[in-house]
């Protein structure tokens, strides 16, 4: 029976690029849709931005742009890093959409009318000079309970403490670095304990969730009173405005699964499909794919908001675990925080996708990217086991025998074998369906090695058998190229041209080709070569700040640091100059907007600068050795806004960015502290 089945990933947050870490997710989503299309069922894909709050707010504020430039630019970089590694949404909208919008209010009346909005005033920090309430990371302070330093509003890194921020000891915004006030301001409330019962008999019926996600749902929190859920934050705020409460706006966990229908919505409206049909329908299965970290806001928020509002619930939410690389989390000064971008710069993304699928099951359980382990499987599976078969046997014939040969039952063999790799894909045990798949492979190489088709194409009596034994080996590899296709669409497509067949269809795997034309061997796909990986990791930490140790005492007092005299005996200090001298320099906070290559300047980078609103700025800075372009766009830099514009050959330069440094390679941008705006003033 041929199933509807609408899917969903968590929509990422417009204020970042895609890691791999997030790639989990998608890759995983991607090839469970991808399995079932294969299966003949229709899956549709659907995603989109989460664009809303208050850190979107902050960061265009500081980038001296509107939030919806700035979300625009981020949802081109994440559709960009999707694409790059094969990743196929049917639609991919925005949250700060009009379909969006008006689903919430949609939500939002649903709440009302059943009672369950209440109404209270709430205090918290507020920044008097950003004039915003500030969230607990854009707080820090002395730890109330160990005194520690520069700790942020929620939690203590030295000694573990949990707290408010309202606790925290002599308070200072992260923004601005004002000291905090204490301010009331009006909140709305779904009471999410009137949908007690029905959340424990959706969460605990067996059906809708993995086992350990139902048991600690049951443990954490249906053992007691849920707590009122608060779904409003007073304004400024970047989002939408609550119809029947101005100045308030939903907070952004309020309309980002609304999301998903929004985006459905979008979807429908372009193929003239009825949105009734896929959210109000009990023919089509709805399938959310999420990382553990945001279980409680799927798995109980979510289905209460559902049914009051009338749409249907969840059929299943596939709960996955965090990544690990090489057994530790993700570190910016170990390399190995690496974003999407910076992967597809120097790896094939075939190799992230296979060696996720071969360790994603269907339990919660983190994973880990060990990159030597990462590079031997990829070589030895891939290449050595499934592209082998190919390489070995393409090459010799250029057309398949006309019937079938005698196989030894492998073919047949194979074909029982894809209930059981199909019931994997299913249940999203993908690391069973890879082994079984490698067994297959491996039976398949150990007949190649024996009948040694080489040795035979050197013999013309046989010739005949040649061909039945590379006949035999190219329907075994393209048995192999289906069952991988969902994780390997590629290399699925490549082997279709190579055996000018359709791999498109799971049935093709239960099938043999004969007598069909084989083209000409390509390269199908490079081992993987640890020098790139070694470059993506100094790559990643060229681009990533490290993070800085807290300083010993006796370095805060600075006894214990000696700086070398070399840069002052370099370039001594220059003559003494006037405070009125200096006042003629007005240095600025700049943005750097855009930077490119200036052709045929060995130094010369051009840049341009944001000095806020619409104020720009054209300049050449000789930092061509020291910066790569995309290290530069989006950080700050002081730049002397007030120098008598410089005609060059390359154009105009209308200012000067401040630098430290001997020249060439070692050249360092001078920035001012987070907090700082484009447009301020140095003093």
Not at 635 to 659: D, Q, Y
Request: with cysteine.
């Amino acid at each position: 029976m041929t199933r509807r089945i609408l899917v969903t990933s968590a929509l990422p947050y417009a204020n970042g690029h895609i890691h791999i870490g997030h790639l989990v997710e998608y890759l995983m989503t991607d090839i469970w849709v991808r399995f079932q299309r294969m299966r003949g069922h229709r899956a549709v894909y659907v995603c989109a931005d989460d664009t809303h709050g208050t850190a979107i707010m902050i960061r265009a504020r500081q980038e001296g742009r509107s939030e919806e430039a700035l979300i625009a630019d981020m949802q081109a970089a994440h559709q960009r890093d999707f694409q790059g590694f094969q990743i196929e949404f049917d639609n991919y909208g925005s949250t700060n959409s009009p379909d969006n919008r008006e689903l919430c209010e949609h939500f939002w009346k649903a709440l009302r009318k059943q009672g369950l909005i209440v109404e209270r005033d709430v205090t918290q920090l507020y920044d008097p000079l950003e004039s915003v309430f500030l969230a607990d990371r854009f707080v820090k302070g002395k730890c109330p309970n160990c005194g520690a330093p520069d700790q942020y509003g929620d939690s203590c890194e030295k000694c573990g403490a949990a707290y408010s921020a309202i606790d925290l000891v002599d308070p200072y915004s992260t923004l601005s670095g004002a000291k905090p006030e204490l301010r009331s301001a009006r909140h709305y409330f779904v009471e999410i304990e009137q949908l007690h019962g029905f959340l424990e008999q959706w969460t605990q019926s067996g059906e809708h969730l993995q086992l350990e996600v139902a048991n600690y749902l049951k443990g954490h929190f249906l053992a007691e009173p849920l707590r009122d859920w608060d779904v409003s934050r007073p304004g400024p705020y970047f989002g939408f405005e609550l119809p029947d409460a101005p100045g308030n706006f939903w907070y952004v966990w309020f309309d980002a699964p609304i999301g998903y229908l929004a985006s459905t919505a979008e979807w429908c409206r372009a193929r003239g499909e009825r949105f009734d049909d896929w959210w109000r329908s009990d023919d089509v299965e709805i399938h959310h794919f999420i990382g553990k970290d945001i279980t409680y806001f799927h798995t109980l928020f979510w289905p209460a908001m559902l049914k009051v509002a009338g749409y249907s619930l969840p059929t299943r939410v596939h709960v996955h675990g965090f990544l690990t690389v090489n057994g530790e989390k993700m570190s910016k000064s170990k390399g190995t925080f690496v974003m999407a971008s910076t992967y597809l710069r120097h790896l094939d993304p075939a190799y992230l996708r296979y060696f996720y699928a071969s360790k994603l099951s269907p339990k919660v359980d983190d994973i880990d990217l060990n990159l030597e382990e990462f590079a031997a499987k990829v070589n030895a599976d891939l290449v050595g086991k499934v592209v082998n078969l190919a390489s070995r046997t393409a090459r010799f014939v250029d057309r398949l025998s006309e019937r079938y040969p005698e196989d030894e039952g492998l073919f047949e063999a194979g074909a029982k074998l894809g209930d059981d790799i199909a019931a994997a894909y299913d249940a999203c045990d993908f690391a069973r369906a890879m082994r079984l798949v490698m067994s297959l492979a491996d039976r398949a190489n150990e007949y190649i090695d024996r009948k040694e088709p080489w040795k035979l194409k050197k013999d013309p009596a046989a010739l005949d058998t040649m061909r039945d034994v590379c006949s035999v080996a190219l329907n075994l590899y393209r048995q192999l190229a289906v069952y991988l296709s969902p994780v390997l669409p590629k290399l699925s497509q490549q082997s279709a041209e190579l055996l000018n067949d359709d791999l498109s269809t799971w049935k093709a795997a239960s099938v043999p080709l004969a007598g069909t034309p084989v083209g000409k061997f390509q390269h199908l796909l490079a081992r993987v070569d640890m020098q790139a990986v070694s470059k993506m990791l100094e790559e990643t930490l060229s681009t990533e700040p490290a993070v800085v140790a807290e300083p010993t005492p006796a370095a805060a007092g600075g006894s214990a640091l000696t700086d070398s005299d070399e840069p002052l005996r370099a370039e001594p200090i220059a003559a003494e100059c006037s405070i009125d001298d200096f006042a003629k320099v007005d240095l600025r906070v700049a943005r750097i907007v855009a930077a490119a290559e200036v052709p045929r300047a060995d130094k010369l980078l051009q840049l341009t600068l944001s000095l806020g609103g619409d104020e720009r700025r054209t300049v050449f800075a000789g930092i061509k050795a020291a910066y790569r372009l995309e290290t530069l766009v989006g950080r700050l830099v002081v730049v002397v806004a007030n120098l008598a514009p410089r005609r060059m050959k390359f154009g105009t330069s209308e200012g000067m960015v401040i630098a430290a440094g001997p020249g060439k390679q070692e050249v360092f941008l001078l920035a001012p502290d987070t907090g700082a705006r484009p447009g301020q003033r140095v003093h």
